[in-house]
């Protein structure tokens, strides 16, 4: 009975539903292979258990939206216009500390940089709430500009999906400057 409580039965439902998809009909058969695959995964591979702590705010989550679709236009534009002039292509990687140290923000701000052209996050320190990002065309002087734009993305994506906790944090110092 207490390993029953283990499993944690939304992963099982998404196995089955992956498992229906690959073999391509929807059987009795089939979906109670399914759930029996999910179920001796989830046994044989128990995964910690997910703690969801996402909150949905209406005017930050419109707010995100308008600044990622707007960043996405301006970013898209200046990557073709850099790929078009024949002039040498700086690049940089910086480490951009973040504020927010839950594993779902980090990984939505990580998500959400690395979806506007000319980044790309390549690594994820989570012990120090660290994104080391890739930025094409950006030179020394523009790394200041590259990690604000970091920064205010995570603002965003914490004031549209954050906990009342997380949002307050955001009114911390910013790691490494002690300015907020």
């Not at 080391?132 to 990690?147: E, I, K, L, P, W």
Request: hydrophobic share 50%; aromatic share 6%.
């Amino acid at each position: 009975m207490r390993t029953l409580r283990r499993i944690q039965w939304p992963l099982v439902l998404w196995l089955a539903v992956v498992w229906v998809l690959l073999w391509g009909k929807v059987t009795a058969g089939n979906v109670l292979t399914g759930l029996a695959v999910g179920v001796v995964l989830c046994l044989a591979f128990p995964l910690p258990p997910l703690e969801l702590e996402l909150r949905l705010h209406p005017v930050g989550l419109v707010r995100f939206a308008a600044y990622f679709l707007a960043d996405l236009t301006v970013a898209g534009l200046r990557t073709v216009w850099q790929i078009l002039t024949p002039s040498p292509l700086p690049c940089t990687v910086l480490a951009v500390p973040l504020r927010s140290r839950s594993d779902l923000m980090l990984t939505a701000t990580a998500v959400a940089v690395c979806a506007v052209p000319g980044s790309a996050v390549l690594e994820i320190q989570r012990s120090t709430g660290t994104l080391f990002v890739h930025v094409m065309g950006s030179d020394s002087a523009g790394t200041d500009q590259a990690r604000a734009e970091v920064r205010r993305l995570e603002q965003l994506v914490v004031r549209a999906f954050g906990t009342r906790a997380e949002i307050a944090d955001l009114t911390a110092p910013e790691p490494g400057t002690g300015a907020p």
